[in-house]
């Protein structure tokens, strides 16, 4: 099923899943580059500068760059657990799917209360 073919909303659920997947695994991603050695701290600096300088090229002038910082932040919280998780407890892929599927839900609550336009940016 194409994304045009899908029901209205379906396209933009599957594309927020993806972006939250994809945040998360850029976390993961880090935490196999640096073997878990760098620190929150300094991780966090690595990863929030690569979601907004990736969200400002996609998005360039075409949003408000306070929209897109709020959404680095959330972005970057999602990829820090990516992060940290692999180094706190063993990988469980039902674990990994539950945890994504929490952060959707929250996710699509979070934006059926936000004003119109101001929504999680996804790619």
Do not use: W
């Not at 935490?31 to 991780?43: D, P």
């Not at 680095?72 to 990829?79: D, G, M």
Request: proline share 2%; glycine share 8%.
């Amino acid at each position: 099923m194409s994304e045009q073919d899908k029901p209205q909303g379906q396209a933009g659920m599957d594309t927020l899943s993806n972006t939250i997947l994809m945040a998360f695994n850029l976390g993961v991603q880090f935490n196999q580059q640096t073997q878990g050695t760098k620190s929150v701290t300094e991780v966090t600096g690595e990863l929030g500068h690569n979601i907004y300088s990736n969200l400002k090229q996609a998005y360039g002038e075409q949003i408000e760059d306070e929209f897109i910082r709020a959404n680095t932040e959330y972005l970057l919280q999602i990829a820090l657990m990516g992060y940290i998780v692999p180094s706190i407890c063993a990988y469980d892929e039902e674990f990994k799917n539950r945890l994504l599927q929490l952060i959707e839900m929250r996710a699509q609550k979070t934006e059926g209360q936000q004003p119109s336009g101001s929504s999680i940016i996804t790619t």
